[in-house]
């Protein structure tokens, strides 16, 4: 138990690589904490320096209270879960869970204990005896779970656990690290790139692009106000439609009071979910609209997205409820209510509120 | 199978027979020798078939040695030539398997540079540097000594770059999990990567094992005494050529005799190649 802060914390590797460019928060005791960004954002260094896997060119990061900048993996008293699950291969699963605490020199009927407890919650007890290669994909997701939580630790480590499991799995696995985590109440800090499992795990999400923080907020307050263009488009799926407009542009699409568009343009946003299809033009009141050609239409059974060229070139895709939708090359207009909208700096660095 | 003997099928056996047959032949005809008396041997008659002297020439070959000369029973060389196969075997494979270690997994000031000179030494067989090696080898007075036989020999290039290679498919998540789990870096040896070489150990015990017992010439200088020469040396001086006394059922019997260790290993390793190819992970 123990809460895990990050100050300014940089990695430069040999070659002048700037992988992490000084990140700060706090993962306050027994949270989820899920960093999620695209690859090569340098989710994993962040994780693997505070596993201590990796040194920290600068910054300090302190787990339950003691700075471990200098500190041996093995004392940081954190366990990992890795992406290939790094099971030893020639142990059989029974001691491929012992052997960290035998490495600590814990009494042997502790170990068998702690050892047979974390089976029974992981649900492979019988499974103890055999080697990794015997199992399947999620017994040895199992398995590499259970060496991290019959440590007892203060923090989880995950460095995208799921993504070698078929997508079925990805999904049962995800909820039962959700209530494994619930139930230990041990913090965690869990990286992936794919945000739903990034918006369905977190206490807290850290959105990260080429080494910086972008955003760390809850899920749902990330995906209603996220914080940058980046944010917007990477977190929600599909991505939100993003526009780059200037004044005038801002003034045809938006019925009623001008919305605020700085002089050197901005970035408007909308999400596909709230788009909506009007085909004989009416709309809601002061609300934004867009005419469209319909150029393709997906149906995926509850819901369908519908993908249209506006006059510029620009791409909008809009998601609809049900299987309904125009036909393509069809003409509409693609309407929100005006709360509704995001609104950015024109670089995307910056969300503009009011 | 068997209804399936198409022409197609044939040759190829026939081929191999043929092949067993060249190489079996001389051990036949090795086998035969040492079971005849000198006499059938050195009248140029020796039948195609096993005679009657088989344990006694045995016998002799291993506890009295060649009557003519003043040579040893073979006993004793079948002892030398044992502690220096196993000693090269085993030499060459520990310090192969530490050195591949400290390149793959260590970052220390000139490590390119010591893969290299390593590497270089696949050029640098002990017959291509006798003479210093002999000189170092009499300085530290290691003339007539296991030592003397073993060491000069130990140092493998080969085995370390393939310890070497065999350490850079080993995911580097391994090593990791054992730095979380609390295994410094001789725990990590012990309990993750030997167990893993397995296979790779066996197989170079093999190889290695017998270019021990087959060293000639480096034996053939650093020992004098007839009691720590290897079995190799051995045959070599029961053949006579000065007059023609040799005794070729005493010379066959050794040769015999010889041949079974090697025989051994590879039967023996083998198995643990076939179990640890099965059973490896990777
Ligand atoms: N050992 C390393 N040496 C040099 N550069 C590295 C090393 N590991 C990662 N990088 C670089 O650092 C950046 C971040 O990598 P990483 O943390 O693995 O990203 P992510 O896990 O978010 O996909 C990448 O540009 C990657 O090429
Ligand atoms: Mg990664």
Redesign the interface.
Known sequence: MAEVRLDAVRKVYAGNVEAVKGVTFDVPDGHFCVLVGPSGCGKSTLLRMI???ETVTAGIITIGGQVVNEI???ERD???V???Y?????MNVYNNLA??LR??RTPKDEIDQRVREAARILEIEQLLQR???ELSGGQRQRVAMG?AIVRKPKAFLFDEPLSNLDAKLRVSMRVEIKKLQRSLGTTSIYVTHDQLEAMTLADMLVVMNAGNVEQIGLPLEVYEKPASAFVASFIGAPPMNLMKVDAAQAAAMIEGAAIGIPAGGAILGVRPEDLALSLDGSQPNGGFKLDLTVAAVERVGPETFVYGNVLDGADIIVRLPGQDAPATGARVTAVARREKLHRFTADGSRRLDG | MVERKSIGNVIPHVILWIGIAIVAFPVYLAFIGSTHDAATIANGQMPPTPGPYFFENYYRTIFVGTSMTTREPIGTMIINSFVMAIGIAVGKISISIISAYAIVYFRFPFRMWFFWVIFVTLMLPVEVRIYPTYKVAADLNLLDTYAGLILPLIASATATLLFRQFFMTV?D??V??S?????GPI?FFW??LL??SRTNIAALFVIMFIYGWTQYLWPLLITTRDDMQTLIIGIKKMIVTSDALTEWQVVMCTVMLAMLPPVFVVIAMQRLFVRGLI????
Not at chain 1, 86 to 90: D, F, K
Not at chain 2, 179 to 183: E, K, S, Y
């Open positions: 596993a201590g896997l041996e993996p093995s954190i366990a990992m890795f992406q290939n790094a099971l030893y291969p020639h052997y960290g490495n600590r080697r990794p290669r060496r | 995911p998540e391994l990791e999990a730095r979380i789990d609390g295994a725990r309990d993750t167990p893993l059973e490896s992970e990777k």
